[in-house]
């Protein structure tokens, strides 16, 4: 693919549309991973709306344009002078380190955007250009090689803190393997980047930090949760999340339809019986895929007995509808459920991969 010198005098994308709060973002599991960097709110959320205006099926459109006003909407400011503009558009320049558990053990380093061109109308609006760079778009499009979390621009745009920032992307990440889970406490310090002193004692870290988080997610994000600690005689070891379900898609107002994005969902039962039975057979079965490759046919056999009786009492009753005219829409339902753990998995860089998705599944609720 060729590369642009420059930003193109007509960007691919201009605004946010008429709905920029309802933007989906599909952010891969190795941008998540920027949690643990220098990053902060005003950049993550420029990020975000940048993933959330493009077409991730189609790296040919890189380019966006913030419009008037939309950039100091984002950051929730009347106006935003230049030096911190610059400011925030530099850190999105600096070289990133990103965790892609896709590849050998290690990391690498990238930045995350090409270049920006920043206009200032005579009202003193920002009129802001960016455009991926190429090192960055291996993770930016077509997120679903990679695993990734989807999400609502609106979730995190009225957020005030990066703690509840990075809180929500964790959250939201253990939703797809349980409602209920403990994580250790010097674990969710250093997540939050709280290791200082300060925090040293949990009441400490529970006051300045956890209950904020706790009322500000409440409060403005779809993400409902309660905690409490974890003791071991009278020191708190570990915190215990509890997730509310999300609500169905059509209870949320203003959330877009699963079909504004039909070309990021796996092909209907009726498109995929359309096709040549040996393309249809493969897809169906699916267990051919990359992600399979690392684990013997014991180890495959096992998860695969462990996917069918997990699905088997939720996501997969809904497909026996269709198992007359399409035989393999369980197993296809199976497969799908599989490969969406072991990329979760792999980003975790667990030290045992079959044992770590096995977990997984055994404790998915």
């Known amino acids: 693919m060729p590369r642009r010198k420059k930003l193109p005098a007509i960007p691919d994308y201009k605004g946010a549309g008429k709905e920029p709060d309802n933007l989906l973002i599909q952010k891969s599991n190795p941008l998540l991973s920027l949690s643990e960097t220098g990053l902060t ?13 493009i077409n991730s099926h189609d790296p040919e459109k890189r380019f966006i344009r913030f419009e008037k006003g939309e950039i100091e909407r984002l950051l929730d400011v009347s106006q935003i002078k230049p030096d911190d503009l610059e400011k925030r558009v530099k850190n999105l320049f600096q070289t990133i380190k990103i965790k892609d558990g896709n590849k050998r053990k290690g990391f690498t380093l990238i930045a995350l955007f090409e270049k920006a061109e920043c206009y200032q109308d005579e009202d003193g609006l920002w009129q802001v250009d960016l455009g991926a760079s190429p090192s960055a778009m291996e993770y930016i499009f077509n997120p679903e090689r990679l695993g990734y979390l989807r999400y609502n621009l609106r979730n995190v745009v009225k957020l005030t803190s990066r703690y509840s920032y990075v809180l ?3 959250l939201e990440q253990n939703r797809h393997m349980h409602l209920t889970w403990d994580v250790s406490l010097d674990d969710l310090k250093t997540l939050l980047r709280c290791t200082a002193d300060t925090y ?9 930090v956890l209950k904020k988080c706790h009322e500000e997610l409440n409060a403005k994000t779809d993400c409902k949760f309660s905690y409490e600690p974890i003791k071991r005689g009278r020191t708190v070891k570990a915190v215990r999340f509890t997730l509310e379900p999300l609500a169905l898609a059509e209870d949320i107002p203003g959330q877009m339809s699963i079909d504004d994005f039909p070309e990021i969902m796996p092909p209907s039962y009726d498109d995929v019986y359309d096709e040549e039975a040996a393309r249809r057979d493969r897809i169906c079965k699916g267990f051919d895929s990359a992600e399979f490759s690392g684990f013997t046919d014991e180890q495959l056999a096992l998860l695969k007995d462990l996917g069918w009786s997990r699905k088997r009492e939720s996501d997969i009753e809904r497909f026996q509808a269709d198992v007359d005219s399409f035989p393999d829409a369980c197993q296809y339902a199976t497969a799908a459920y599989l490969r969406q753990t072991i990329l979760t998995a792999k980003a975790r860089h667990p030290k045992d991969l079959f044992l770590y998705v096995k977990k997984m599944i055994e404790n998915d609720e």
């Open 168 to 170: 929500f992307l964790y």
């Open 41 to 53: 709110l005003a950049e993550f959320k420029i990020l975000d709306a940048y993933l959330g205006r």
């Open 200 to 208: 040293k004692a949990y009441y400490r870290f529970n006051e300045l």
